[in-house]
């Protein structure tokens, strides 16, 4: 199936319009990627990522879902921690557990036969990112967010608490483009302001953790500022 290219087309002109900032920088490191992706498919729900080797060079099938943009974030990031931190898709720079395990096995057809033993995370390196995804989980549920978004981040919390080190990143950065699409950070006229300073100030301070969180982790992936 050919690549998604209105939704592609979509990220673009969200990148363009917000160049610098943390999600304009994650659009503009995880597009390119889309040229990587060797099979597109649509699922209903989900998605994934998986990486072979096709003519010595890795490539990846994808797959994805039809008109959901934080869903194609989510699997694009997957494929910048497979080259970011060069560590079998695991969410973090190779530990010294990771240095000591055996090299990849290619089956004929060129999947990575043991990516399930390569995948196996290291519990020092997941424990800070189960503890900021707690943390996230926290600030959304206090927030005067609404209860739909609430939930449908408590997804991605939950989701990422799980599976920390292959899903600690897709899923900050899938929070973080469901909240740009809300319209977050929000603000408020004048006059709601002077009736309740806070209106927006919860859900605003839970986008700024999300932000600086993804910030930090495409600095951790790419190395730039």
Known sequence: ???????????????NSKINSPYGKILAEVLPYAD???????????????????????????????????????ELTHIAVYEGYANN??????????????????TPSGYIQNQFDLQAPDDAACEPLVATMATIDSLARSSNMGQQHK???????????????????TCINHILAYMV????????????????????????ALFSKVESVALERYRLRTGKA
């Not at 898709?89 to 290619?106: E, F, S």
């Open 181 to 204: 699409e809300w319209g977050y950070p929000k603000s408020v006229g004048i006059i709601k302001r002077a009736v309740n300073g806070a209106y927006f100030g919860s859900a605003n």
């Open 1 to 15: 199936m050919a690549a998604p290219q209105a939704e592609l087309d979509a990220l673009k002109v969200i990148m």
């Open 89 to 106: 898709m695991l969410n973090y720079t190779p530990t010294d557990k990771d240095k000591k395990k055996a090299g990849r096995v290619l």
């Open 36 to 74: 990587l992706v060797d099979e597109w498919t649509t699922v209903p729900t989900s998605g994934s990522v998986a990486p072979m080797v096709k003519q010595g060079a890795t490539v990846y099938k994808m797959k994805y879902q039809s008109g959901n943009l934080a869903n194609i974030v989510h």
């Open 151 to 169: 939930e449908m981040v408590k997804v991605k919390t939950d989701y990422a608490r799980g599976q920390p080190h292959i899903e600690f990143d």
